[in-house]
Every structure is written in C-alpha cells, then in structure tokens.
C-alpha cells in the first residue's frame, strides 16, 4: 500500500500507427481523461506497429529520408524535436487537468518555451540526461553553453538492443561511472601537456586533462577545429546541426578550461623538442594509405583522401550546413559510382552520393556480417529498404581484382568475374593508423599517447571514449 503522498504517473501511448485497430489520437486523448482520475501524472508518447524502429524517438524515423507513411499527426518541424507535444496539447484541451508531458528529443531552450505557453507541465527527456546528466543543474544555473549535447544517433539505445553496456557517443563516463579509469580527480601534480589534433578525440582529452589542472596546448595543422568531425556533419545530413553544435560546444570548454589552442600549425619533431612536455597526446588523425590494386593510378579511382581534401578546402569558405546544400548542386563526381567498402563509412558514402542524384554500387571484400558495421540497428533497418528502393546493389564477399576505366573488376566466392559498372571507384578503405607521425614523435616525451583514429580509424564515440580515458590518466 501506498500512502496519498506516494505519486502515481503513468506513460502511455497517446496514438497508435500501422494497424486498423490502433489508438488513435482522439481515443488516446479520451482515454487519458479517465487515466487521470486516478494518476497524478501523464508522460505522452506516441508508437507504431510492425518494424520496430518505432516513434518513441521520432528524430530518428527521418533517416536517411522521411518515410511515405510519416504520421501526419506529430510536428515534424523541427525535425523530429518535440513532435509529439500536439498530443499532450490535445489531451489538455480535452479537460485534462493533471501534469502531463512528453520525451522527444526536446532541448532546455524548447522546453522553456513549451512550459511557458502551457503546452506542457514538464519536460520529458531521456537521451540528453545521458549525454550530459548534470543538465538540469546547468539549466538552473543559467549555464547553456557547458550543457555537452546530445547528437540524437541512438548509439545509447543500440548498446541496449545489443545487450551491451550503456555507452553515450559524447558522455564517455556514462556506464563507467564507478570505472576508476574514468573518475575525476585533481591532478596530483601540474603538468605540461601537448595535444596533437583538434579532433574528438584531442579535444575531449585537452577538456578533461585541463579541468584536473594540467596546463595543455593543442595544436592542429588546419585552421578550425573539429578535425574529421566537421566531414561527417557534412556525409550526415541527418545530424549536421547535431555534430556541429558538438564541435562547438568541445571547443568553448577549451576556452573555459584555458586551454591554449594553436590552429594552423603543424606538428613536427622540432616543435615537440623546443616544447619539452611532460605528456604528449597524438590524436592527429588517421593516415590515408596506398590502395595495392590494378588500375588504381587511373583518374577514375577517387581515394577518400582526395575527397576529404576537398571538402576540407570548402570548409575553409562555407560552413557544414551549407555545404549540405551546395554539394547537392554540384561536386566533382561522376554520375555513377562504385564504393569500395561496406562498413559503416562505405553505407554512409553511397547515402550521401544517392542524395546528389548518383547511382552507386557498393563492393566489400568481407563477409556480409560486416556491412554496415558500426552503424545502429534502428538505422541499418531504415537504410536497407531505402537503398533498395534507390537501387543500389550492395555486393558483400568479393574480391578486389582491378579498377577498369568503366568500374570495378571483382570475383565473387564461387570464382565467377564480374564487372560493376561505374564511372568513378571510390574506395572508403584508404586510411589506417598514423604510423609515421607517432614514429616521428617517437622518444620525446616522459609521457606519452596514442588515441582516436591516429591509433585506429574509429567512430567518434572510440574518440572520445579514448580521450576522456587518456584526459583522466594523465
């Protein structure tokens, strides 16, 4: 038994999609007028039936493109973000009186403003509380800019549905919170700290190292920060805005921690000599590698290095939103194109290039168990259909036999040859650890590191997982 102070909320499906028999958005306002005569409490959200990748996070249900049976009773305005508020509002103009609210990727500044116009009596969330728990607290005390943001990928719920460890892409701590690898401690002595690259990776190892009280300087040869994250807002339409306001808010806690940053300059045995750190962080980045194949000198053959190149000049002049933008317009790739590599660089590829109008075949030269690797299941079930759909053709299990002017020779494992066609080949497997720069640096400091992708190309969330780990030990 529970005493009256003891509050009873209840959370429920608001509407119902996919089925004749489903609730619909005037039922489940009805019913929760009878709810509430007995719950204290309503947390509204909406689900559908059949595939699961369901409407709990609607954010997501928009990759990589919007569904043709989006329902039409959620805001999708801003992109996913406080989509189901209509319905708490419709229950509210139906008489119900008790507090209610909903969880749908809503930030402090949308919720604010939901609250204000009555449209809810809390805010829900769950995502953002992960990547930042102390956000509440931030909000409270007016602090906005040190709230760590949430980039909505679902690499949190993809540890659950795999039945791993919670992870967070950009709260390294969450799940390790009692992981003494990861607990904050003043640093026992000040040291001098040298970060190489201004990637996730170097950033988030400047932040933590420098709020324990080291004094840290990273350097970059390029002249922002962000390092391949800034590329990836640009491949990933989706979460542009997302990894942007990452980047961003890595680069204001450097500036709060006082960490001196050093873009535009390159970092060479020399400078680490004249510098004389006590610690030396290498996070500069994978190394783009040689392709050993056949044809690859051919001006058809396009390396990821070349492309990265590329967009790296771009940024210099446009930001990633708008290059999101001017690269649907035009980009120096052909029409049709064949992607060497199915893991998750290679799918996120051939999305990118079907986006700008280009027919595109994806070759691996590994099991089909690896495509998509890396990616989250609730996206490699939304992607599979759509590339069905725009008709790329995905070929696991191959081997790289020769770039021919008019695509990619392979054979397949029952010894056949095939020909996939394609006026440009574009490989996604041209990268690997930074060998030579670490050999470089090799020897010149006490203390020393090697992390993110410099030591093995990774996703952002090894990054800043290796970071954050590298930031607390030193």
Not at 409 to 427: A, H
Request: with cysteine.
């Amino acid at each position: 038994m529970c005493g009256a102070d003891f509050g009873v909320h209840v959370i429920m499906n608001a509407a119902e999609y996919n089925h004749p028999l489903a609730t619909a958005p005037e039922e489940g306002a009805e019913m929760a007028k009878l709810i509430a005569t007995v719950a204290d409490g309503i947390n509204f959200r909406s689900e559908r039936y059949g595939h699961r990748g369901g409407l709990q996070q609607p954010d997501r249900l928009l990759y990589p493109e919007p569904p043709l049976d989006l329902p039409p009773d959620l805001d999708w305005s801003m992109g996913g973000k406080g989509a189901t508020i209509p319905f708490v509002e419709r229950a509210k103009r139906k008489g119900v009186t008790v507090p209610m609210w909903t969880a749908c990727w809503i930030d402090p500044e949308l919720g604010e403003k939901a609250l204000r116009e009555g449209r809810l009596d809390f805010v829900g969330m769950t995502r953002r509380l992960l990547a930042d728990p102390e956000l509440p607290n931030k909000v409270r005390e007016g602090r906005l800019d040190d709230i760590r943001p949430c980039t909505g990928c679902m690499h949190c719920f993809d540890c659950r549905n795999k039945n791993k460890k919670l992870e967070c892409r950009v709260n390294a701590t969450l799940g390790r919170e009692i992981v003494p690898e990861f607990q904050f401690r003043p640093a026992e002595r000040k040291k001098k700290v040298m970060v190489v690259g201004a990637g996730p990776a170097g950033m988030e190892a400047a932040r933590v190292a420098a709020s324990r009280g080291h004094q840290v300087t990273v350097y970059d040869k390029e002249p922002r920060v962000g390092g391949l994250v800034l590329l990836a807002a640009v491949v990933r339409d989706t979460e542009t805005q997302p990894l942007v306001d990452l980047v961003a808010y890595l680069r204001r806690q450097l500036d709060k921690e006082k960490v001196s940053v050093r873009l535009g300059k390159e970092v060479n045995a020399a400078l680490v000599r004249a510098e004389k750190p006590d610690v030396l962080i290498i996070a500069a980045g994978p190394a783009h590698t040689k392709i050993e194949l056949p044809g690859a000198e051919k001006p058809t053959f396009v390396k990821i290095e070349k492309l990265h190149r590329q967009l790296k000049r771009a940024l210099t002049f446009f930001s990633p939103p708008t290059l999101v933008k001017l690269t649907k317009w035009w980009m120096p790739v052909a029409d049709s194109v064949v992607v060497m590599g199915g893991n998750y660089q290679g799918c996120e590829l051939a999305e990118f290039l079907v986006k700008r109008g280009r027919q595109v075949v994806i070759a691996h030269n590994g099991p089909e168990a690896e495509l998509g690797d890396g990616m989250t299941n609730d996206d490699l079930a939304n992607l599979w259909p759509w590339f069905k759909l725009k008709r790329v053709t995905v070929w696991p299990e191959v081997e790289y036999l020769e770039v021919k002017d008019n695509g990619l020779k392979i054979r397949v494992p029952d010894r056949r040859v095939y020909l996939l066609e394609g006026k440009n080949v574009m490989s996604v497997q041209d990268w690997g650890p930074n060998e030579a720069l670490v050999k470089q640096l090799e020897g010149l400091a006490e203390e020393a590191y090697v992390i993110g992708s410099c030591r093995e190309p990774g996703r952002i969330v090894d990054a800043i997982r290796e970071g954050a780990q590298v930031g607390f030990a030193v």
